[in-house]
């Protein structure tokens, strides 16, 4: 009885075996890719590994710095206007403001909510955003307030031997303006 | 038949289980280091009043196979509470007096915690979870755990020896190498799908990412001249793994060599330097960290006895020879050419008995003999130098280089012979420690007849 109990244990195991490192194998196939045959294999077996693989928060793709890295930098900026029409800075949101062990989980979370291209980026939720500035700032309804992003790119270097040398130091930002929010 | 022995073996040979006890205290370790981080933030990352309240979480989180206790726990103070108790079950789960269930609980916390704020997660929190899931079904987490302690002392008090180190079968193993090799092939993929990295350029741009830098730009621009020799090197380092899926019997056979155990070991102290140099010099969250956690649990028991014996070499020149001895058994260690390091303690005085039972498990580099100097025959041919008196008020060890210590000072040297004391070490040599170490030791060992196994009146 127990010879028999420890080889359906055994038999069971090896089914979770082979159905975890199938379902992570499949999960990890980078979603961006067009591969011919591993591409289409990912997409279909989805309705059946994604439950399992979301529900125990397995999710996977490892897209660090890939396929190619991130080439600008963006440095945020809350204004309000005035009165007079002239706009005034609430907070800059730098790397001074955080210590080392804040500073990548904050810039995570602004480059998620607040830049355009990211796929979590929702016009409702940088509005929110925004709009908590008015509160902790106590600011008058019907204030604007708005975004700027101070951004600047680094040149991609055009060659192996061109990388050997890094971009001029200092680079200059562009400015560019969100669609401003209105106080409650 | 053969077939399904072989894939019993495969799944079920039995492993040490060090490994994955290393590993459920590193990672236990790293994920409290990276929500204490979080300490004065976690009300406005979680919170129904934070930055992403729940009508907005919908709005950007999958709605879908999504479990987290913070959707219904939502009150500030209340996801403050709850994250103390993380912070709390976490340390439970380094410590290990209940491993399985705190490591459980531990993971289930961390997933709502995840789950509740994605956009602030980055590759390490990803592999952080990938590790918890594997120790939640590992067979065994008890290997470094109070709970093993338990098991060992009341082993100990009643046989004097210690249980064996346990083991586990394989197939956890196998899951958590095969999520390492998908991890980093997976990785390489994604960087072929793009062109900096195939013509070198990629970290020099990386390497230029305010505010992920941690150094200034005059420093940065010396490393920037490696920048694409380092690309190159990445992406080899993440392709080889893969070399590791080819089985030991068919490279045997193949090449004559099984070149996988040195592969893994090559490739995990490469890792250690290529993440930790990633660490050095940007701050890319726990990723660096998290791979280094998911190492540990790669370790065999034949890779702890290699770093034994490495380690073992720099200081004992014939210390790997003990398990091999020719000469005759009655021949004083001394004469053997043996050196090991020989502990003298009391066989009659409970505290020492204790005293020995931890050395013995902190004992992890084979260094230590214990020698009972109630014993008139061994004290007579091991350490006839020394009076029974002397033996009699304070522990005395020999080193290899013959020096003979007492007491603290003894124990201070010892010290760095003890991998989990090696934190400690340095501090016991800081000015004013030694008259105060001294002093307590002789006040101990002056009551020690007072005490027993069972308890100690002091």
Redesign the interface.
Known sequence: MRNIARIVV?VL??VF?VW??LS??LY???M??KDPLLRPLRDTSMKLI??YM??????????????????H?T?YRIERQLSTGQWEVLESL??AMFG??????????YI??LERDSD?Y?P??LR??LL?YCESHSLPSDTPVRLIYSRYS?T??S?????????P?PPHPQQESSDPAFCD | MRLLLRLQAFLFSPISAQGFGLMRISWAGIVLLIFLAQWMDITHFYSEQGVLPFDYEKLVIRNVYRFTLLDFITDPAAVFALYLSFLLCLILTMLGPWPRLTMILSVVLMYSFNERNPLILGGGDTVLRLVGFLLCVAPTLRAFSLARLREQWQHWRTARTYLPSLTMPLWVYRLLLWQIIVLYTSSVWFKMLGTMWENGTAVTVALQLEPFIRWPHGVMAFVIFLAPFITLLTVAFEAVWVLLLFPRSFTRWLIGWEFQPHLKRWLLLAGVLFHGGIFLVMDVGSFSLAMLVAYTGLLLGEDFEAIRKWLNAHWFTNCFHLYKLKTNPSTPLRARNVKLIQVFYDGDCGLCLRSIFWLGILNNLHRLSFLNFRDEVLRLREAPEIALADLDRAMHVRFPDDTVLKGFDASRRLTWHLPALWVAAPFLYLPGVAPIGRRIYAKIAARRDRCRHEGCVL
């Open positions: 055994q195991i090896g075996f975890h490192a992570v194998s990890a196939i980078p961006i890719s994604a439950p979301l529900s125990l928060s397995q999710w996977q793709q490892w897209n660090l710095f890939s396929p190619d890295p991130l080439r930098v440095q730098t790397p080392p062990l804040r500073l990548s989980t904050h810039f995570k979370m998620g909510m979590t929702r409702a939720v929110h955003f908590a680094i991609k270097p060659s192996f031997l061109a990388a050997f040398h890094a971009d130091w």
